[in-house]
C-alpha cells in the first residue's frame, strides 16, 4: 500500500513537472514569460505544502484517489515524506533560476505604468524613457502588439530604451530553438542525403516566414513552347 501510493504520488508531481515544462517551451518564449511561470509554480508548491499539512491531496488526482478507496487512508510518514520533497522541490527550482533586476522586468513588461519611478533608470536613458511615457501612439501599439513586437517597434524611435529591452527579451529562456533546431536537421539530413548542405534547407524550415508563393509564380515567365 505504501509502494502504490508513493507512485501516485510521483505520477502526480511528474505530470505538474511536465505541465510547466510545456508552459516553458514555445518560439516567443522570453526570459519574462518563462520568470512569471516558474514563480508561479513555485507558489503553487508552498500552496500544496499547506494543504498536505491540512490533510488535503486533491491536488495530487491519483494520490487522491487512491487514499479516498483505502480503509486507512494516507500511509504513515508519507505526508512528512511530500511534504520534504516539495520543499526540495522549491528550494533546487529557486537555485537554479535565480532572480534578476525587477525594475528592468518591469520597464519591458510595461513602460506606461505609473509605479516606475525614472530615477531608477540610468541618466542617459532618463530623458528618452520620459519621452516613451508620454507617446500615446506608442501606447496604443504596446496595447495591440506582444512585448517583443512592441520593443522591436520601438528600436528606433527609443533606441537606448529598447536596448534595456533586448537585454531581457533576446536572450534565450531555454533550449527550446536549439533542440527543434537539431531535431529539424535530423529530418532533413537522413543517412540517404549524409552530404547534402542543409543551410538553406534549415533556414526555410525554421523561419516563421510565409513564402509567397503565388506572388513568386507571377513573377516568373512562362516559357512558350517551340
Given amino acids: 500500500e505504501t509502494w502504490i501510493q508513493r507512485v501516485c504520488y510521483l505520477s502526480d508531481i511528474l505530470d505538474q513537472l511536465n505541465k510547466l515544462n510545456l508552459k516553458l517551451q514555445g518560439k516567443e518564449t522570453h526570459i519574462i514569460h518563462f520568470r512569471d511561470n516558474i514563480q508561479v509554480f513555485v507558489l503553487k508548491l508552498q500552496n500544496w505544502r499547506r494543504k498536505i499539512n491540512l490533510g488535503n491531496f486533491a491536488m495530487f488526482e491519483h494520490l487522491c484517489t487512491k487514499t479516498e478507496e483505502s480503509e486507512t487512508g494516507i500511509v504513515d510518514n508519507l505526508r512528512e515524506e511530500i511534504n520534504n520533497h ?3 522541490l522549491e528550494s533546487e527550482i529557486q537555485r537554479y ?3 534578476f533586476s525587477e525594475q528592468e522586468a518591469a520597464l519591458v513588461r510595461n513602460p506606461f505604468h505609473v509605479s516606475l519611478d525614472v530615477t531608477d533608470f540610468p541618466d542617459e536613458v532618463q530623458d528618452e524613457f520620459l519621452e516613451l511615457r508620454n507617446d500615446s501612439s506608442a501606447s496604443g501599439m504596446f496595447q ?3 512585448l ?3 520593443w522591436c517597434a520601438m528600436r528606433h524611435s527609443y533606441p537606448k530604451v529598447s536596448m534595456l529591452s533586448f537585454r ?3 536572450p534565450f529562456a531555454s533550449t527550446y530553438l536549439c533542440e527543434s533546431g537539431f531535431s529539424t536537421l535530423l529530418q532533413i539530413k537522413t543517412k540517404a542525403r549524409n552530404k547534402l548542405d542543409v543551410q538553406d534547407d534549415m ?6 516566414t510565409q513564402p509567397r508563393i503565388i506572388t513568386l509564380v507571377e513573377q516568373m515567365q512562362a516559357q512558350s513552347s517551340h
Fill in 86 to 88: 516539495l520543499k526540495a
Fill in 97 to 99: 533560476f535565480p532572480e
Fill in 144 to 146: 495591440e502588439k506582444s
Fill in 148 to 150: 517583443s513586437q512592441f
Fill in 168 to 170: 531581457i527579451l533576446v
Fill in 203 to 208: 533556414r526555410l524550415a525554421l523561419t516563421k
